[in-house]
């Protein structure tokens, strides 16, 4: 089974932290991507990269950058945390660039900023 | 643009019972069609998805979905729920152009003995 690892499942930081979330895939994927889900939102679309080295902003890009120097690990970074970003963060991936492949999502993190 | 309704927030039914939850879809173009559901303390998990041919899909833990392109709508169903599938259900669609998968506001699934 592919497995996406997020390497905390819980998060306090204060206003204005630099915060790292990692994300790993252990089955060679290319797709990956960061969602935060909110109580009545649903899941947003934060950013997503389909190969190394190459990101697009998703619907909410404000606030946060990426990384993806190697093929299995996907960061978000919070530059300056704000108490707005309080929030489950969901790292996902999938196989292929084709938009009808399923996604394999992590547990979570659970953000607090305070 | 793409967007997911899903009109329920919460629906409640008895274990035996058939459940059904609803989502309808407006996008530009052939949809692709996906249903998620998350466990509390987890992540989400793909239950089935339509890309095309017969408009009743089966997934896992015997469910099923229905597309329905006059009434853009694509409901998650279930013959007889259990009390385990008591948990967040999320619609999801994309597009053959779009490269992004956007989801619903979900709808929390309480099945009660």
């Known amino acids: 089974d592919v497995k996406v690892t997020q390497s905390s499942r819980y998060l306090v930081k204060r206003t204005g932290e630099k915060v790292f979330l990692e994300c790993v895939q252990d089955m060679d994927h290319e797709n990956m991507f960061w969602y935060r889900q909110d109580p009545g939102l649903g899941l947003r679309l934060i950013y997503f990269?389909?190969?190394?080295?190459?990101?697009e902003k998703g619907d909410i890009p404000e606030g946060y950058s990426v990384s993806r120097e190697k093929k299995e690990r996907f960061s978000l970074i919070l530059e300056s945390a704000s108490t707005n970003q309080t929030s489950m963060y969901l790292c996902?991936?999938?196989?292929?660039?084709?938009?009808?492949?399923?996604?394999?999502f992590g547990s979570g993190t659970q953000l607090s900023v305070l | 643009a793409q967007s997911v309704a899903q009109p329920e927030d919460q629906v409640n039914v008895a274990e035996g019972n058939p459940l059904t939850v609803k989502c309808t879809y407006s996008v530009s173009g052939n949809p692709y069609l996906f249903w998620y559901v998350q466990y509390p303390n987890r992540g989400l998990q793909f239950l089935l998805k339509?890309?095309?041919?017969?408009?009743l899909v089966k997934g896992s833990y015997g469910f099923e979905a229905e597309f329905n392109k006059s009434q853009t709508s694509f409901h998650l169903k279930k013959p007889s729920a259990l009390v385990s599938d008591s948990a967040l259900y999320f619609c999801a669609v994309n597009t053959g152009t779009a490269s992004k998968l956007t989801f619903g506001t979900g709808t929390r699934l309480q099945v009660t003995l």
């Open positions: 996902a991936s999938s196989l292929l660039i084709q938009v009808r492949e399923k996604l394999f």
């Open positions: 990269s389909y190969d190394v080295k190459m990101k």
């Open positions: 339509y890309i095309t041919g017969d408009n």
